[in-house]
């Protein structure tokens, strides 16, 4: 009777299961640097690793009726955090008053890129993985808890839409050796997305508020606002800029693609723009193209991201003779481990890749991909890593991938 019930309901619902996979595997030739394809996802070990690129994921497709659906994705990964709710990459319930608009409630991935709906469904894109100097950063943050209306339209022979987002965001990271956490309210999200014959082009932007933010260095804050103006006129200025709530992130990004018949190219650039010296502003994007023969994907991909402006410096207390030894000291060091929070973020580095994607089977397909990475002295902040860099150096990433998708 039951089984009847269950079956009969899911019917009704019209109830459609999909999945997908990734088995990957990554060789770092760096003895010193984890790499990190995210930051919400644990470092490789250097060496052999199968844990970064591998994931396993199902989603629930439920049409209501004509104007009701619901979608939830379960993603289960090697994810710093070990909340269960973390794994929910979405879990929403959509309205449709017209063919052309739509009103989703629930948790949307924020949509800042090209592949925001299947970043994480490794058979969707050409590559071994999203290409870290675009996707590490701004990837990491990917959930939205909250509301978005979008509408679509045939413009000039094209498909145009628009969404509009609004809610709060969480995530923990890992990065530099330790955990930290992050909350974001009063986040906006705006996505632009055209669509016509071989062509995507889209634009986004989106802003958001730090509510608060969990890490050790943070506690460097109270230490400053502790010394005395008259001892050390830059420690309020320094506690200012390390204080992260209040804090506001604006980022923005174009991309295109271009698939038809044996080329296929893909493009995205994008501008993070902070005032917190925490996270301090970067250009990052990357240039793909690859050309097919027969079950087969050669491709290249270019990528670069850097600071915009140099690595802050303060002045460095000047202290009298008279401040007795000890709180020389301690206000000495607390100037130096404040100044190395400030720059223990900075970015630079480039690189070059090249791989082949193979389409054996139907829904399955192998990837091979070479990466060869050049980080510039102190901008090892895609990277995990046990001391600072003060040299340029270059690292080889070599990877194979098996991905799938299947649906029930």
């Known amino acids: 009777m039951l ?42 070990d250097t060496a052999w690793s199968w844990k970064s690129d591998s994931l396993i994921g199902v989603q629930l497709n439920a049409s209501l009726d004509e104007k009701f659906d619901a979608v939830g994705q379960l993603v289960l990964k090697d994810r710093v955090s070990d909340r269960f709710n973390d ?15 739509y009103v989703r409630l629930g948790r949307t991935h924020a949509e800042l890129y090209m592949l925001s709906e299947y970043r994480n469904v490794g058979y969707g894109y050409l590559w071994a993985r999203p290409i870290p100097e675009f996707y590490a950063f701004s990837s990491s943050i990917s959930q939205v808890d909250g509301v978005d209306v979008g509408f679509s339209r045939r413009v000039a022979g ?44 889209r634009l986004a932007a989106a802003q958001a508020e730090v509510d608060s933010f969990t890490f050790k260095a943070i506690g460097l804050v109270d230490g400053l606002n502790q010394v005395p103006s008259n001892l050390w006129p830059q420690a ?58 027969g079950d087969a994907t050669l491709y290249g991909v270019v990528a670069h991201i850097e600071n915009q402006n140099p690595p802050l410096y303060y002045q460095a207390p000047n202290l009298s003779p008279e401040v007795p030894p000890e709180l020389s000291s301690a206000i000495g060091e607390l100037y130096a481990e404040s100044q190395l929070a400030i720059n223990l973020n ?42 600072t860099q003060e040299i340029d150096t270059q690292v080889n990433l070599f990877s194979i991938n098996y991905s799938f998708i299947f649906s029930l």
């Open 236 to 293: 309020s200025t320094m506690a200012s800029d390390l204080t992260p709530e209040g804090q506001i992130l604006n980022y923005f990004a174009l991309g295109a693609t271009y698939d038809s018949d044996s080329w296929v190219f893909q493009s995205e650039i994008g501008y993070m723009h902070s005032d917190w010296s925490f996270l301090q502003s970067f250009y990052s994007g990357y240039a793909s193209i690859g050309y097919r023969f």
């Open 158 to 201: 094209g498909l145009l839409d628009v969404k509009l987002g609004y809610g709060k965001s969480n995530a923990v990271f890992e990065g530099l050796n330790t955990q930290f956490e992050i909350d974001l309210e009063d986040v906006w999200v705006f996505t632009s997305q055209l669509t016509f014959e071989a062509w995507s082009l």
């Open 87 to 101: 794994n929910i990459e979405l879990l929403f319930m959509r309205y449709r008053p017209t063919r052309d608009w």
């Open 3 to 44: 089984s009847t019930f269950t079956s009969a309901a899911m019917a009704e619902a019209d109830l459609k299961v999909s999945g997908f996979g990734t088995l990957g595997g990554i060789y770092n030739d760096n003895d010193t640097l984890n790499f990190h394809r995210a930051f919400t996802l644990k470092a490789t």
């Open 346 to 387: 900075r970015v630079h580095q480039s690189s070059f890749s090249l791989g082949v994607r193979w389409d054996f089977y139907p829904n399955n397909t192998l990837k091979f991909q070479w990466d060869n990475i050049n980080i510039e002295e102190g901008g090892t902040a895609l990277w995990s890593h046990s001391f």
